[in-house]
Antibody
């Protein structure tokens, strides 16, 4: 059973960079066939796709966030990471990592981690 | 960009009722649509993929239909554990994916 777990600071100061890591267990990121994604959910709101990465390093980002987002992968640690720069209070959200099967459906999700942007 | 709308935004129904949620795409997306259930404080869970296929392990009271721009998600007999928000998600214009705004389902 594939499991994903987000980790990282729960509080980030405005203008700084938000950094989160997703650790995958029960399956190898390097096995291929899947994309690895970040999604966020503002408090009380809907789901916003941030971007995803293939094990080879190919990335795809939501155009609305592209200028501030970097997603990377570390296959040796079976992890992938999110960096979101120049954060503001509007970036306060629960951040989820998830696996995408065939670049179409999000079939496994992490439990989510709340990141608050505040001084 | 493909925009997704859902209706209603919320509904209240009795246990045993048939519940229907609709999702509309701003352009033809064939059957490239998935449905998710999100319970309070939890991550979303995939229920239906490719518009009408039931994910393994999901109860058969859940179903989906539609193609093109109009899609329907149905709970044939609402159960107390179905209290959640339901989201549609399109993947027609990969690599971009878009979620609908969600429909909150409560028990009357």
């Amino acid at each position: 059973q594939v499991q994903l777990q987000e980790s990282g600071p729960g509080l980030v100061k405005p203008s700084q960079t938000l950094s989160l890591t997703c650790t995958v267990s029960g399956g190898s990121i390097s096995s291929g066939g899947y994309y690895w994604s970040w999604i966020r959910q503002h408090p009380g709101k809907g789901l916003e796709w941030i971007g995803y990465i293939y094990y080879s390093g190919s990335t795809y980002y939501n155009p609305s966030l592209k200028s501030r987002v970097t997603i990377s992968v570390d296959t040796s640690k079976n992890q992938f990471s999110l960096k979101l720069s120049s954060v503001t209070a509007a970036d306060t959200a629960v951040y989820y990592c998830a696996r995408i099967d065939g670049a179409s459906q999000f079939d496994y999700w992490g439990q989510g981690t709340l990141v608050t942007v505040s001084s | 960009d493909i925009q997704m709308t859902q209706s209603p935004s919320s509904l209240s129904a009795s246990v045993g009722d048939r519940v229907t949620i609709t999702c509309q795409a701003s352009q033809d997306i064939s059957n490239y649509l998935n449905w998710y259930q999100q319970k309070p404080g939890k991550a979303p869970k995939l229920l239906i993929y490719d518009a009408s296929n039931l994910e393994t392990g999901v109860p058969s009271r859940f179903s989906g239909s539609g193609s093109g721009t109009d899609f329907t998600f149905t709970i044939s007999s609402l159960q107390p554990e179905d209290i959640a928000t339901y989201y549609c998600q399109q993947y027609d214009n990969l690599p971009q994916v878009t979620f609908g705004p969600g429909t909150k389902v409560d028990i009357k």
